[in-house]
Nanobody, 123 residues
């Protein structure tokens, strides 16, 4: 499956952004989907994951209550709504897909990656 992320940009602290990730080349509803991020000089870290049906959702503690992951299986797209953004949210955000939601929480185990979209939050 191929993944194309979009929606990043430069915003101020407290603003909102919505990232999108469009999937192609596979049966989207067969995959659990997730978002990771990587800041300069840091390892790629888990942000959020959603099961194929949307029935199970997981968040990193650092984004819980501010970010919302969702998916539309009719559009083959997963979203990450980011509210109350902070400068420490600045990173390249990557969408990810895997047939195992357990692997989807571990950067080194993920099966498929999108190309990343830059999010910069100024203070």
């Amino acid at each position: 499956v191929q993944l194309q992320a979009s929606g990043g940009g430069l915003v101020q602290a407290g603003d909102s952004l919505r990232l999108s990730c469009a999937a192609s080349g596979g049966t989207f509803s067969n995959y659990h989907m997730g978002w990771f991020r990587q800041a300069p000089g840091k390892e790629r870290e888990f942000v959020a994951a959603i099961s194929w049906s949307g029935g199970y959702i997981y968040y990193a503690d650092s984004v819980k209550g501010r970010f919302t992951i969702s998916r539309d299986n009719t559009k083959n797209t997963v979203y990450l709504q980011m509210n109350s953004l902070k400068p420490e949210d600045t990173a390249v955000y990557y969408c990810a897909a895997d047939s195992s939601i357990g692997r989807l929480k571990i950067a080194t185990a993920v099966g498929y990656w999108g190309q990343g979209t830059q999010v910069t939050v100024s203070s």
